[in-house]
């Protein structure tokens, strides 16, 4: 009887991890693999106006393109977009980083500040840059010029270039932040014992240290920019002539203006290419230790200690001031705005604007309905991903490393390549207009079953042992144990998971038709455009949209960095 009850013990344990993994695997098969593959078929497919299939075409797609000057201007945009935003990135950051690595009084008040525009959606941000880019805009008001910055074709990409180096800083600025204080402080004050200055320290030593890091960045923002959507069809239209046009924007014009899914699919197959590339490229940097050589001249040392907080509160300052301009001209009468005056604060206080938007657009049910998303894609992420993680930590079994293979490769397939694909499977099954809809594809991610895999390898197996002697099982080693251990990780999660969700534009404008189902970035984003005199309203709703995000980021700060930052970097 004993040997019988040994026995089915045994069993139990061994299909144990493949429980823990299943939901994962499941999700992974349906909204990214799937996907993929039928972009893949549907690239080499004619399709009709709700994106059926047809007829095989084979290369016939990709031809047409290809013989397009206009796909070719499309693909250089795409280019010239990720130099930009990826070398404007990468210096700021990397400046911010460098002037607050060291831990002193004040520190937590301007690295906030620094990093604070992670936390704010395209649609705000493209609202407080249409305001200061427009014809009438704030930049023309202060230095006396009408340049049509959005509308003229040599600075329209530049200019949506510019919005997104801002929206990139904070993320930015946190991964080089954690590599500049991962550098020995042994060898910082051996060289200033040297009388190396502060600038000859960054070239000889913090930089080629924290070389890994920068790699990383220059790569995380190379693939942001490829997928940056939201600046692009709120400031530019992709226009004018197609001259702020990328890949992932025509994606979404062939698809759901022109009907031409086809099309959409064979741009999202060579967006896909793309990204693949320059992720084999990450890889094989960081494979060789991605070590920056860097000779440095001397320079005398700056006195520039003394002034430490005051500088670095009036750089956070100045970073922030979109955000400022953006307050400012919302607490402003119409009759005030209609004067275009230069001044940065307002000559008469009133919060009419904000009294109008709680009006007349629904914001509350927006925000629910953020919210409710938001919850949903959480829980599911914390649950699925802590299972698959726990499994691929404690366990050892038959096709481990084939399903840590199967997980790792989904960072190969960006949502933007297979978000038409997903969104014709959520049409085909009639989950429009609701929150099955969108959410479905975001139950899971790779980097929730990294972050919590990594915490829980951390666990010393001296835990795991006692715990089995003691006669709890691995179910309850998991629940009493693991999980509790874990809630700092799982806050990080959460906080990271919250801001993705709540700023997304892009997949609920595709999935959404009902205004009552409207996230508060879609809602939102139906005021911006309007004309200077409803300039009031719409940067009202642009300070309305970015409060719970920045709140959220602000409160959880702490555990966010460390959400971002644990294991997601070797160096």
Aim: hydrophobic content about 50%; glycine content about 6%; aromatic content about 14%.
């Amino acid at each position: 009887m004993r040997k019988k009850y040994l026995s089915q013990k045994k069993q139990k344990v061994k299909a144990l991890p493949y429980f823990f993994l299943a939901p994962t695997i499941l999700l992974f098969v349906a909204f990214s693999y799937y996907p993929f593959l039928k972009n893949a078929l549907l690239a080499f497919s004619l399709t009709d106006k709700r994106g059926n299939f047809v007829k095989w075409v084979g290369f016939a797609n990709f031809q047409r393109l290809f013989n397009k000057s206009a796909f070719w201007l499309v693909v250089k945009n795409t280019f010239v977009f990720a130099f930009i935003v990826a070398t404007l990135t990468l210096l700021m950051a990397m400046i911010l980083a460098l002037i607050s690595y060291k831990t002193r009084r004040g520190c937590r008040i301007y690295q906030t500040m620094f990093s604070i525009p992670m936390s704010i959606a395209s649609v705000p941000a493209s609202a407080i840059f249409l305001f200061m880019l427009k014809k009438d805009g704030f930049v023309n008001r202060i230095f006396g010029t009408t340049t049509a910055w959005l509308q003229n074709a040599s600075t329209a990409l530049p200019s949506v270039a510019v919005a997104t180096v801002w929206l990139s800083i904070g993320a930015s600025f946190i991964f080089l932040l954690v590599g500049f204080r991962n550098v020995p402080q042994e060898l910082l004050e051996s060289a200033t014992i040297d009388g190396a200055g502060p600038i000859k320290r960054a070239f000889s030593i913090m930089i080629p240290i924290a070389s890994p890091q920068i790699f990383f960045v220059v790569f995380l923002n190379i693939g942001h920019s490829f997928k940056a959507f939201g600046q692009i069809k709120l400031l530019t239209g992709g226009g004018p002539a197609k001259a702020s046009e990328t890949l992932v924007y025509s994606i979404y014009n062939e698809a759901l203006q022109n009907g031409r899914f086809e099309t959409a699919c064979a741009n999202a197959i060579i967006l896909f290419l793309i990204i693949f590339i320059f992720i084999r490229i990450q890889f094989a940097v960081e494979k060789k230790g991605g070590i920056l050589q860097m000779k440095a001249t001397y320079l005398t040392r700056r006195t520039i200690d003394n002034l430490d907080l005051i500088l670095k509160i009036l750089i956070g300052l100045a970073l922030l001031f979109p955000l400022f301009i953006c307050l400012s001209y919302s607490l402003r009468p119409d009759t005030e705005l209609m004067n275009r005056s230069k001044s940065i604060l307002p000559e008469t206080w009133t919060l009419q604007h904000f009294q109008w938007v709680f009006k007349y657009v629904p914001v509350f049910q927006y925000i629910k309905n953020s919210f409710i998303c938001c919850a949903i894609v959480i829980c599911s992420q914390v649950l699925f991903g802590s299972l698959c993680a726990y499994a691929l930590a404690f366990f050892n079994f038959p096709l481990k490393a084939f399903f840590f293979a199967v997980i790792i490769t989904t960072m190969m397939i960006p949502g933007d390549v297979t978000i038409i694909s997903n969104f014709l499977n959520i049409q085909a099954l009639g989950l429009r207009n609701t929150y099955a809809g969108m959410t479905l594809p975001f139950l899971i991610s790779c980097m929730s079953v990294l972050l919590m895999r990594q915490f829980y390898l951390s666990i010393p197996s001296e835990f795991k042992e006692a715990a089995t002697i003691d006669g709890c099982g691995d179910i309850g080693f998991f629940a009493r144990i693991a999980v509790p251990l874990s809630v700092p990780s799982i806050i990080s999660l959460a906080i990271y998971e919250f801001i993705m969700i709540y700023n997304q534009y892009f997949w609920p404008l595709l999935v959404n038709t009902k205004d009552s189902m409207y996230t508060i970035q879609i809602g939102m984003s139906m005021l911006v455009g309007h004309e200077s005199d409803e300039v009031g309203r719409v940067l009202a709703g642009a300070i309305i949209c970015i409060i719970p995000s920045t709140t959220i980021f602000v409160i959880g700060q702490k555990y966010l960095v460390q959400g971002m930052t644990a294991g997601a970097i070797k160096g």
